[in-house]
């Protein structure tokens, strides 16, 4: 059974930094493609940042320079650093994985983030 389970949500003041970790069980990890989503209340869900299973990665524009997506294929981890927080950012921000080679998609149950002072 696959999970992905998200931490390291939290509040943080404007300015401020979190680190939120996905860690996933039951898939091969390496094989994934991995993102991190978002969604504030009365918004859809959007894509913050992915990560290919190679590395590549790709930002939304209003993250590029202040978030940073990594994965460690070893503890079958993503990472997103999130730094210089605006409130804006404010949402509760889910875990993806994505293989169109086996043709799967599954997402994490949510970790929140408040960005206020």
């Known amino acids: 059974q696959v999970q992905l389970v998200e931490s390291g949500g939290g509040l943080v003041q404007p300015g401020g930094s979190l680190r939120l970790s996905c860690a996933a069980s039951?898939?091969?990890?390496?094989?994934?493609?991995m993102g991190w989503y978002c969604q504030a209340p009365g918004n859809r869900r959007e894509s913050v940042a992915s990560i290919t299973s190679g590395g590549y990665t790709s930002y939304a524009d209003s993250m590029k320079g202040r978030f940073t997506i990594s994965r460690d294929n070893v503890k079958n981890t993503v990472y997103l650093q999130m730094n210089t927080l605006k409130p804006e950012d404010t949402a509760v921000y889910y875990c993806?994985?994505?293989?169109?080679?086996?043709?799967?998609?599954?997402w994490g149950q949510g970790t929140q983030v408040t960005v206020s002072s």
């Open positions: 993806n994985a994505n293989s169109a080679y086996w043709n799967r998609n599954y």
């Open positions: 039951g898939m091969i990890f390496s094989g994934y493609a």
